[in-house]
Nanobody, 128 residues
Framework: QLQFVESGGGLVQPGGFLRLSCVGSGFTLDAYTIGWFRQAPGKEREGVGCFESRKVSPEYSPSVKGRATISRDSAKNTVYLQMNGLIPEDTGTYYC?????????????????????WGQGTQVTVSS
């Protein structure tokens, strides 16, 4: 059973910054593809960014590209999502998800369908 916990959400002012953490226990995050997703009330869950362990750089959704950074800290078994220039449309519950690596090209890891394991989510609210 893969276990991991997200943290770091909260209330942020427009234009602000956040850093979310996804900490794994009982398994090594570096061996998997890690995705960050978000879901706003009344909307479908959407991919924010993802990081395949076999690649050197993450993929990002066009809605956050240039504002988001995903990074791995192997020593802490943690994956981070940093976002700056936050806007109200970034409000939602943010989820970390884990998937086995796949021999696929493109931005497959931004799709929810490939993920079996999901965290409990952390709420991010962007408001003044």
């Amino acid at each position: 059973q893969l276990q991991f916990v997200e943290s770091g959400g909260g209330l942020v002012q427009p234009g602000g910054f956040l850093r979310l953490s996804c900490v794994g226990s009982g398994f090594t995050l570096d061996a998997y593809t890690i995705g960050w997703f978000r879901q706003a009330p009344g909307k479908e869950r959407e991919g924010v960014g993802c990081f395949e362990s076999r690649k050197v750089s993450p993929e990002y959704s066009p809605s956050v590209k240039g504002r988001a950074t995903i990074s791995r800290d192997s020593a802490k078994n943690t994956v981070y999502l940093q976002m700056n220039g936050l806007i109200p449309e970034d409000t939602g519950t943010y989820y970390c998800a884990v998937a086995p690596n796949r021999q696929m090209f493109g931005t497959w890891c931004l799709s929810t369908q490939y993920y079996q394991y999901w965290g409990q989510g952390t709420q991010v609210t962007v408001s003044s």
